[in-house]
């Protein structure tokens, strides 16, 4: 989970990338919310998972050229298309847009695409999927609600056992917006309290996933 302003050609999205390559590599399915922004660098990440670390610095460069779906969805969308064209047969990753949010288009790098009406049935079907763990990466209103709908279930246990939730960015999540320290109180004494973490790095958090997933 993630905003969709993250643009192309900063260190953030190519974190966001990384991280879903890595994710992939570790035979774990990338699912996101299909948008652009950190969502569609996450299924990048997956979608480069099976050629060499080369690919994935290429095809960054690439991208950077149209950093966001402003003011050309034409440009933004042709920039992915001529990495899919250079390196076809990438993993299959997962991405669930929403008619909500309809000026933004979805991303290309993911393989299977589900669009909803309903934005909170896309959301609680993503969570309710997401059985190794969510991360959330920095974002605004909409990633500040993702973060409770995923805390709410995990807070009842009302699908079993709490899955790992891991926030990346600390001053985003403590200082900017302060979900962290709610989420921490929520989950204090609780079940939950071993399955969430906060982590500076983004290269920190598919370790984190592993640990709380333990």
């Known amino acids: 989970m993630g905003g969709h302003a993250m643009a192309r050609g900063t260190e953030a999205y190519a974190g966001a990338a990384r991280l879903g390559r890595e994710l992939a590599r570790a035979g774990l399915m990338v699912a996101t919310g299909g948008g652009p922004g950190a969502m569609e660098a996450a299924n990048l990440g ?58 933004e288009p979805p991303n290309p790098f993911a393989a299977h695409l589900a669009k ?47 899955t790992p939730m891991v926030l990346v960015d600390r001053e985003h999540w403590t200082e900017r917006l302060p979900a962290w320290p709610l989420l921490r109180s929520l989950a204090r004494e609780r079940s939950m309290e071993s399955r969430i973490a906060l982590v500076d790095r983004i290269e920190e958090a598919p370790e984190a996933l592993k640990r709380l997933g333990g």
């Not at 095809?59 to 899919?84: C, Q």
């Open 46 to 103: 997956a979608y480069a998972a099976p050629f060499d670390d080369e690919m994935l610095t290429k095809a960054l460069d690439i991208l950077a050229k149209a950093p966001g779906f402003t003011p050309s969805i034409t440009d933004w969308a042709r920039a992915a298309f001529e990495v899919r064209g250079r390196w076809p047969g990438g993993s299959p990753s997962v991405g669930i847009p929403t008619w909500f949010y309809g000026h």
């Open 116 to 162: 909803y009406f309903s934005n909170a049935t896309r959301e609680d079907g993503l969570l309710a999927r997401c059985n190794a763990g969510v991360v959330f990466l920095p974002g605004a209103a909409g990633t500040v609600q993702e973060i409770f709908d995923n805390a709410t279930p995990n807070y009842y246990r009302s699908r079993g056992e709490p």
